[in-house]
């Protein structure tokens, strides 16, 4: 196994030798087809490839037209790249067949590649809740450190901004405001399992951002009760144990009383899985659509109903 290599960020060997011209048109970025195989994901990288509707119509796109937008890269220290936007691109390339992607070659550090990563992923019509939390905490550790600032949670003034938050700084070619930044970055302090039940909105936004405050203990004893109790905790509900939490007095027994509570106006509805109605379901069809087509199903089969009825009463 041969020795690992440690990117320092130092000037190539070939640099030290060229004159400043050279060097700056050696930094410009540099479209070439790249062998599939010789890019790497970028580590944690929280944007998953997921067979969507976009992802399909992606697929037929490179199939029948290859890849017109090239994937951005860097090269690593040992002579790899690193996709830091493109990686739908790159799996729809793979799915196709191809083993080349046009490829832009960029002179950059890792840290300037996670926020490239991070606003081109923001740009995608579907995201997860847990997709933009870790990229919003990915981008926010990477430009304190851009900064040399110590990773804390609560922002100070960032670089030649005077007064200006990390996350102010981020919010500004974002969707999202500073506030709600700092909701989702909370969010990645959920237990992987209750953080799924967000993405899959069996836990609303806010409850979920009071429920990182639990600890992890108290987050598996608040899991093991949705399981007993099949519900999830309301805003006051979660707020109430985020509440008991930091006093110390959050125990089991709390959490199931606390679940067991009725919550104000509370009315019984009934919920689906996207995915287990996908089979029944015309495809590119709108929430709102699904609503119109699941009644409509419904009434058909009522009627149907009421005809076999009146056959077996003649």
Same mark, same amino acid.
């Given at each position: 196994?041969?020795?690992?290599?440690?990117?320092?960020? +130092?000037?190539?060997?070939d640099e030290?030798?060229?004159?400043?011209?050279?060097r700056q048109? *050696?930094?410009?970025p540099r479209?070439?087809?790249?062998?599939?195989?010789m890019?790497?994901?970028?580590?944690?990288?929280?944007f998953k490839?997921?067979?969507d509707?976009?992802? %399909?119509?992606?697929v @037929?796109?490179?199939?029948?037209?290859?890849?017109i937008?090239?994937?951005?890269?860097r090269q690593?220290e040992d002579?790899?790249y690193?996709?830091?936007a493109?990686?739908?691109?790159r799996?729809?390339?793979?799915?196709n067949g191809?083993t080349?992607?046009p490829?832009?070659? #960029? %002179?950059?550090t890792r840290?300037?590649?996670i926020?490239i990563?991070c @606003?081109s992923?923001?740009?995608?019509?579907k995201?997860?809740?847990s997709?933009?939390?870790f990229?919003?905490?990915?981008? +926010?550790e990477?430009?304190?450190?851009?900064?040399g600032?110590p990773?804390k949670e *609560?922002?100070?003034?960032?670089?030649?901004?005077?007064?200006?938050?990390?996350?102010?700084?981020?919010? %500004?070619?974002?969707?999202d405001?500073?506030?709600?930044i700092q909701r989702f970055i909370?969010l990645?302090?959920? !237990?992987?399992?209750?953080?799924?039940?967000v993405?899959?909105? #069996?836990?609303?936004?806010?409850?979920?951002?009071?429920?990182s405050y639990?600890?992890?203990?108290?987050? #598996?004893?608040l899991l093991?009760?949705?399981?007993?109790?099949?519900?999830?905790?309301?805003?006051?509900?979660?707020?109430?144990m985020?509440?008991m939490?930091?006093a110390g007095t959050?125990s089991?027994?709390?959490?199931?009383? !606390?679940?067991?509570?009725?919550k104000?106006?509370?009315?019984?509805?009934?919920s689906?899985?996207?995915e287990?109605?996908k089979p029944? +379901?015309?495809?590119? !069809?709108t929430?709102?659509?699904? %609503?119109?087509? !699941?009644?409509?199903?419904?009434?058909?089969?009522q009627r149907y109903?009421e005809?076999m009825?009146e056959r077996?009463?003649?």
């Amino acid at each position: 196994m041969g020795e690992k290599r440690i990117d320092l960020g +130092l000037t190539a060997l070939d640099e030290l030798f060229m004159t400043d011209e050279g060097r700056q048109e *050696n930094r410009l970025p540099r479209i070439r087809p790249l062998p599939l195989d010789m890019i790497d994901d970028m580590p944690d990288h929280p944007f998953k490839v997921r067979m969507d509707d976009d992802m %399909e119509l992606l697929v @037929e796109s490179v199939k029948q037209h290859g890849v017109i937008t090239p994937i951005i890269v860097r090269q690593k220290e040992d002579g790899r790249y690193e996709c830091a936007a493109g990686h739908r691109r790159r799996a729809a390339s793979k799915i196709n067949g191809l083993t080349e992607v046009p490829a832009e070659v #960029r %002179e950059m550090t890792r840290d300037e590649a996670i926020i490239i990563m991070c @606003e081109s992923n923001l740009q995608r019509s579907k995201i997860l809740p847990s997709e933009k939390a870790f990229s919003y905490r990915m981008r +926010l550790e990477a430009m304190r450190r851009q900064a040399g600032r110590p990773k804390k949670e *609560n922002s100070v003034p960032l670089g030649q901004n005077f007064g200006q938050t990390t996350r102010e700084a981020i919010a %500004e070619n974002s969707p999202d405001s500073n506030t709600q930044i700092q909701r989702f970055i909370r969010l990645t302090y959920l !237990i992987p399992e209750l953080l799924k039940m967000v993405d899959e909105e #069996r836990i609303a936004f806010r409850p979920a951002v009071e429920l990182s405050y639990l600890t992890e203990q108290e987050q #598996r004893d608040l899991l093991e009760t949705i399981g007993y109790e099949d519900a999830t905790p309301s805003l006051s509900q979660a707020a109430k144990m985020k509440e008991m939490s930091k006093a110390g007095t959050l125990s089991m027994d709390a959490i199931l009383n !606390i679940m067991c509570q009725k919550k104000p106006n509370q009315k019984e509805k009934i919920s689906f899985h996207t995915e287990r109605l996908k089979p029944y +379901l015309p495809k590119n !069809i709108t929430p709102k659509q699904t %609503e119109e087509y !699941i009644l409509k199903a419904l009434e058909y089969y009522q009627r149907y109903r009421e005809r076999m009825k009146e056959r077996g009463d003649r």
